[in-house]
Protein backbone atom coordinates (compact mmCIF):
# COMPACT_ATOMS: atom_id res chain seq x y z
CA UNK A 1 0.00 0.00 0.00
CA UNK A 2 1.44 3.42 -0.84
CA UNK A 3 1.75 5.51 1.98
CA UNK A 4 -0.20 8.31 -0.06
CA UNK A 5 -3.00 6.06 0.82
CA UNK A 6 -2.68 5.67 4.41
CA UNK A 7 -3.31 8.09 7.49
CA UNK A 8 -1.12 7.49 10.14
CA UNK A 9 -2.00 9.10 13.83
CA UNK A 10 -0.27 8.37 17.06
CA UNK A 11 0.03 9.95 20.86
CA UNK A 12 2.15 11.12 23.40
CA UNK A 13 1.76 9.12 26.65
CA UNK A 14 1.63 11.18 29.92
CA UNK A 15 4.41 9.86 31.60
CA UNK A 16 6.19 11.42 28.12
CA UNK A 17 4.88 14.54 28.05
CA UNK A 18 5.73 14.25 31.97
CA UNK A 19 9.36 13.74 30.99
CA UNK A 20 9.70 17.32 28.83
CA UNK A 21 9.95 18.60 25.51
CA UNK A 22 12.96 16.16 24.65
CA UNK A 23 11.40 13.07 25.60
CA UNK A 24 8.51 14.25 23.23
CA UNK A 25 10.72 15.07 20.26
CA UNK A 26 12.74 11.28 21.03
CA UNK A 27 9.11 9.44 21.20
CA UNK A 28 7.84 10.85 18.19
CA UNK A 29 10.78 9.94 16.52
CA UNK A 30 10.73 6.76 17.76
CA UNK A 31 7.07 6.13 16.73
CA UNK A 32 8.52 7.21 13.12
CA UNK A 33 11.12 4.70 12.98
CA UNK A 34 7.98 1.70 14.78
CA UNK A 35 6.10 2.98 11.92
CA UNK A 36 9.24 2.88 9.23
CA UNK A 37 7.50 6.51 7.35
CA UNK A 38 8.95 9.77 7.77
CA UNK A 39 6.33 11.83 8.92
CA UNK A 40 2.72 11.22 10.47
CA UNK A 41 -0.18 12.66 9.62
CA UNK A 42 -1.54 13.61 13.15
CA UNK A 43 0.34 13.67 16.52
CA UNK A 44 -2.19 14.13 20.00
CA UNK A 45 -1.07 15.31 23.30
CA UNK A 46 -2.89 11.87 25.00
CA UNK A 47 -3.87 13.90 28.22
CA UNK A 48 -3.20 17.48 29.47
CA UNK A 49 -0.39 16.78 32.18
CA UNK A 50 -0.40 19.93 34.43
CA UNK A 51 2.99 21.85 34.05
CA UNK A 52 3.79 20.16 30.70
CA UNK A 53 1.12 19.78 28.49
CA UNK A 54 2.08 22.81 26.88
CA UNK A 55 6.07 22.66 26.36
CA UNK A 56 4.63 19.64 24.89
CA UNK A 57 2.48 20.84 22.23
CA UNK A 58 4.91 23.52 21.41
CA UNK A 59 7.47 20.95 21.19
CA UNK A 60 5.39 19.44 18.66
CA UNK A 61 4.73 22.18 16.82
CA UNK A 62 8.57 22.22 15.96
CA UNK A 63 8.33 18.66 14.97
CA UNK A 64 5.46 19.79 12.24
CA UNK A 65 7.64 22.84 11.11
CA UNK A 66 10.37 20.20 10.55
CA UNK A 67 7.72 18.05 8.56
CA UNK A 68 7.74 15.30 10.83
CA UNK A 69 4.15 15.49 11.51
CA UNK A 70 1.27 17.14 9.22
CA UNK A 71 -1.40 17.79 11.63
CA UNK A 72 -1.63 18.48 15.33
CA UNK A 73 -4.14 17.53 18.28
CA UNK A 74 -5.36 17.15 21.93
CA UNK A 75 -7.13 14.36 23.80
CA UNK A 76 -9.40 14.81 27.26
CA UNK A 77 -8.33 18.54 27.73
CA UNK A 78 -11.01 20.86 29.26
CA UNK A 79 -11.84 23.94 28.37
CA UNK A 80 -9.35 25.47 30.89
CA UNK A 81 -6.63 23.43 29.33
CA UNK A 82 -7.55 24.44 26.36
CA UNK A 83 -7.47 28.14 27.55
CA UNK A 84 -3.96 27.81 28.67
CA UNK A 85 -2.37 25.83 25.49
CA UNK A 86 -3.36 29.30 23.37
CA UNK A 87 -2.74 31.93 25.68
CA UNK A 88 1.21 30.54 26.29
CA UNK A 89 3.71 32.31 24.42
CA UNK A 90 4.47 30.57 21.03
CA UNK A 91 1.68 28.94 20.25
CA UNK A 92 0.80 29.18 17.10
CA UNK A 93 -0.75 26.20 15.46
CA UNK A 94 -4.47 25.57 16.34
CA UNK A 95 -5.47 21.72 17.00
CA UNK A 96 -7.26 19.99 14.10
CA UNK A 97 -9.16 17.49 16.70
CA UNK A 98 -9.63 17.22 20.59
CA UNK A 99 -10.65 13.87 21.30
CA UNK A 100 -12.70 13.22 24.15
CA UNK A 101 -14.74 10.44 26.03
CA UNK A 102 -18.23 10.97 25.52
CA UNK A 103 -21.00 8.22 26.68
CA UNK A 104 -24.69 8.04 28.57
CA UNK A 105 -22.93 8.30 31.86
CA UNK A 106 -20.23 10.54 31.05
CA UNK A 107 -21.49 13.78 28.85
CA UNK A 108 -19.41 16.65 28.70
CA UNK A 109 -21.86 19.88 27.68
CA UNK A 110 -19.73 22.73 28.40
CA UNK A 111 -16.74 21.46 26.63
CA UNK A 112 -18.89 19.83 23.46
CA UNK A 113 -20.20 23.36 23.49
CA UNK A 114 -16.87 25.26 23.27
CA UNK A 115 -15.14 23.17 20.59
CA UNK A 116 -17.84 22.71 18.60
Not at 30 to 39: C, I
Not at 63 to 78: A, D, H, P
Not at 96 to 114: D, G, H
Given at each position: ????????????????????????????K????????????????????????????????????????????????????????????????Q??????????????????????
Open positions: VPRSELYLASKCWTSTIAEGPESVRKQVQTLADLRTDYLDLYLIHWPVPGAHVAAYLELQKLREEGLITSLGVSNYTVEDYEELIASDGYRVPVVNQIELNPFLYRKMTVSYFQ
